[in-house]
């Protein structure tokens, strides 16, 4: 037994690092996403990005990709969040769950995507930060 643990203790940097994924950049959207994206923002200007938001109605939750989600809090205020990993699957139709302590979604809770007909997870990520989309003032 004490022979395999050290090489289980030697693999563990190696496990660790690969874990450890460099920053992709932007999402890359499909030309049917980047439309919808357009058009929900359409005569919205971005503000200052902040870490968390009130938690709204999950009907007011916008899926444009695995990466990229809009929860709509009126027709003036839309927050885009583009998530750090893919959660996989949302694109799809499956459901986003997310777990969030206070009434609040802020950057890094854990959202979690399951089949709900087949009682399965497909995708975990984690919740960027949030960026409001306001409509300019006429």
Known sequence: MRSLMLPLFLLAPVLLASCATAPEGPPKLTEKQTQALEKALDG?????????IQQYRQTNLQVISDQVLLYKVSNSLVYKNEVMGRCSGLTRGDTLITQSFGGQLCRGDIARVANLMVGTLSGVCSLGDFVPYRRVKK
Request: aromatic residues 0%.
């Open 44 to 52: 919205k200007v971005p503000g200052d990005k902040v870490t968390c």
